[in-house]
């Protein structure tokens, strides 16, 4: 008789910034459920999220979710195998509030907790696409980090390059902001882009330096002192000229510098993750970029959907933790600086 194999079963918890999210992930590779509940219409009105806000939000949100993502997936408790949660980096009081749900759930169901770095589950979202084959590079982008990792096994975290100021996210949605557009502001930016024109030529910040870090800052005063110089003068601008020329700026060194990264070590694949990874210039430059510079490596973008905050892909990177016996006591705490470079 075949004997039945029992599949791993993961609870994910997210909450490390605006979204509570909840997933139930089969061995790793399959998504059971994937419940994502976004606060921000909140934070809206604030022009970013506020940290208190966001906090007491994921309180009300997070057994609601914890009970629909198990629903959705037709999984108890005492099917799962683990609990995975985000510890950091992220808002100290949001991370707090997934750490202590999953803690809670861990000791009532006497499951392992597993510790999930965030910008390692935005990476391992790459997962649901395809198997990852190393060595790769993977490029993060997101409203708090834009950095290059190098990744020679799975679980092993090298950042051969990160934004010396703003993140790339960070910098759409703070010229966004100058736009009058509503938060976040990427992905409005995006689609002004696409009818608009690289008019303004803004600066391509660190392109020709001999390393592989970023610098948003400097395009983002370039565009505010353009706007507000020349509203003093009673200037007017295409808002789609402005966002081209924006966004062709940032992705320009994007790409440039991936491929050189790519180039520079022996990689297989090229993951691309985070919110900043939606972004349709990002995808279709680099797609064509590295169809014509790296023949011999695969591009892996997720899909739309997971690649801003989600609880599935904190399950994917779980599952590799729980391979490696990277476990946690009640003693995990948030860490809200979490870096690769630890
Ligand atoms: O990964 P994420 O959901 O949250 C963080 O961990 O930061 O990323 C959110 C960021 C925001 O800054 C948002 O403006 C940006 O991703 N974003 C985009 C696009 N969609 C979201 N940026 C550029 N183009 C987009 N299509
Ligand atoms: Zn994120």
Known sequence: MKESVTP???????????????????????????????????????????????????????????DDALAEAEVTPAELTAVAVTYGPGLVGSLLIGISAAKAFAWAHSLPLIPVNHMAGHLYAARYV???????????????????????????????????????????????????????????????????????????????EDNFDFSFSGLKSAFINLVH???????????????????????????????????AYPVKQLIVAGGVAANQGLRTGLSAAVAEKLPDTTLLIPP???????????????????????????SLNADPSLSFSE
């Open 229 to 263: 110089n020349g509203e003093q003068r009673g200037e007017t601008f295409d808002h789609a000229d402005l966002a081209a020329s924006f966004q062709a700026s940032v992705c320009d060194v994007l790409i440039e510098k991936t491929i050189r990264a790519c180039q």
């Open 130 to 208: 395809a198997l990852l084959e190393f060595p790769l590079m993977a490029l993060l982008v997101s409203g708090g980090h834009t950095e290059l990792v190098y990744m020679k096994e799975d679980g092993s975290y090298e950042m051969v390059g990160e934004t010396r100021d703003d993140a790339a996210g960070e910098a759409y949605d703070k010229v966004g902001r100058v736009l009058g557009l509503t938060y976040p502001s990427g992905k409005e930016i995006d689609q002004l882009a696409h009818v608009g024109h690289d008019v303004y030529q803004f600066p391509r910040a660190m392109l020709h």
């Open 304 to 330: 739309l959907r997971l690649c801003g905050d989600n609880a599935a892909m904190i399950g994917a990177a779980a599952h590799i933790e729980l391979q490696k016996g990277h476990l946690a006591d009640f």
């Open 8 to 66: 791993e079963l993961i609870l994910a918890i997210e909450s490390s910034c605006d979204e509570t999210s909840v997933a139930v992930i089969k061995d790793g590779a399959e998504i059971l459920s994937n419940i994502v509940a976004s606060q921000i219409k909140s934070h809206q009105r604030f022009g970013g999220v506020v940290p208190e806000v966001a906090s007491r939000h994921h309180v009300e949100q997070i057994t609601l979710c914890i």
